[in-house]
């Protein structure tokens, strides 16, 4: 249908599961969320599974189904796709990993984010590595606050790294990485303590992990038959959008944390449908709420995501009298009570075009699981978006 505009905004990590804290309700449920809630009733509302079963249950491969790519045939490691939003070019034979600035206490891990490290430390931080370790096999470069890269040359596919936020405060002798080619791994990171001590601030480590070779993906245009753009705080987002040939938005105050620019992401959404026909709006905010295991924030972040992001996108959408789909999902379930992510399949809602009420009563875990449908193959839900035919689950 031409003129059909899309819509597809995802708060990251938002499903979890019900807590005694929120007298048994999840945090969804808790949240008021007018918005989200509104599209449910008037669209369609069901579960879409975004991590294929073996695989783990991150960020990356939770947005590359929803944009629309499988994981099973296209992913190709978290650092990859955050590299090519950086403009970092992986040399043929070279592995690039996450490189995480973390805060330890010589033993366990206390903080993966570096204490939310400001730009520029991190920056500093970095650039002290690449002082101390870089060498013609080894180069770092700075990313976003925590989250910077690191290349090796040579292939490092076989060794098995955790993410650190996977194990706040756990012991790490049981978590560092082992395999083929582990130990060069290890020896970096051990390393890095030494070059980071020396540094004002709390960081005292580095942590490597998400590794892989060079990726790409066939273009979305090509997949779905629509341009637009990416919005989001974080490179890993980002980067999917520029292998797949999507513009990316950058937009002022916009964190990848509790203090994001919800306001700011819902209006550089409504300037890219103004003149382009689909938006991916992302928004880290209850993802890092769960992370730190505070409810009450994980709360605060997904109704300032309703009234700020959805209720603005939903309210432009309508007024232009065009066709027009709009979906709400988050990318995967990131639990409070364990305070990392699930590979449980995840509720989504859509309203629009040749989309008829399910009478869902607002948008919950629980409702989606009740209404359907249940898409065991989450990453075909970009195409059920696109495609203009009446909604057929």
């Known amino acids: 249908m031409p003129g059909l505009k899309i819509a597809v905004l995802v708060p990251d990590g938002a499903a979890d599961r019900p807590l005694e804290s929120l007298q048994g309700r999840t945090p969804l449920e808790a949240a008021r969320t007018p918005n989200m809630d509104a599209i449910a009733e008037s669209g369609a509302l069901g579960t879409a599974a975004t991590v294929p079963p073996g695989m783990a249950p991150g ?18 490691g978290r650092a990859p796709i955050e590299a090519a939003n950086l403009g970092i070019e992986i040399p043929d034979g070279w592995t690039a990993f996450r490189c995480n600035l973390v805060v330890t206490d010589g033993g ?23 002082a101390a370790l870089g060498d013609a096999s080894t180069r770092f470069f700075t990313g976003k606050s925590y989250r910077n890269i690191l290349l090796l040359d040579g292939d490092f596919g076989e ?44 960081v005292d480590m580095m942590w490597l992990w998400g590794q892989g070779g060079r990726m790409s993906l066939e273009p979305f245009e090509e997949l779905y038959g629509v341009t637009g753009s ?10 999917i959008g520029k292998l797949a040939g999507l513009a990316t938005v950058s ?6 944390y509790l203090d994001t620019d919800y306001a700011a992401k819902g209006r550089a959404a409504i300037e890219v449908l103004a003149g382009e026909d689909f938006v991916f709006v992302h928004v880290e905010a209850p993802d890092e709420a769960s ?13 300032r995501f309703d ?23 988050p990318d995967h379930p990131t639990l409070i009570s364990t305070r990392t992510h699930d590979g449980a399949a995840v509720p989504f809602a859509v309203e629009g075009e040749g989309i008829a009420a399910s009478a869902a009563n607002g948008f919950s875990e629980a409702e989606a699981l009740t209404h359907g449908p249940a898409l065991d193959e989450g990453w075909k839900l970009m195409g059920m978006l696109t495609d203009p035919s009446p909604w057929s689950p």
Not at 120 to 130: F, K, Q, T, V, Y
Not at 230 to 239: K, R, T
Not at 307 to 329: D, Y
């Open 307 to 329: 009234e700020k992001v959805v209720g603005p996108v939903r309210a432009h959408l309508a007024s232009r009298g065009e066709p027009f789909r709009i979906c709400v999902a």
């Open 108 to 130: 366990r891990m206390l903080d993966y984010s570096g204490g939310h490290i400001g730009q520029a430390e991190a920056a500093s931080s970095m650039h002290a590595l690449e």
């Open 59 to 76: 960020s990356d491969v939770a947005n590359l189904a929803l944009m629309g790519y499988n994981p099973a045939t296209h992913y190709g």
């Open 159 to 202: 060794v098995r790294c955790t993410p650190p936020h996977d194990i706040t405060g756990r012991p790490m002798a049981g978590y560092m990485p082992t395999g083929e080619g582990s130990a060069r791994v290890c020896e970096l990171m051990d390393r890095s303590r030494e070059v980071l001590s020396r540094l004002v601030g709390p």
């Open 291 to 303: 992370h730190m295991g505070d409810p009450a924030e994980k709360v605060k972040a997904i109704e």
């Open 251 to 256: 937009v002022p105050g916009a964190t990848a």
């Open 230 to 239: 990416v919005i989001s705080a974080v490179d890993l987002v980002c980067g």
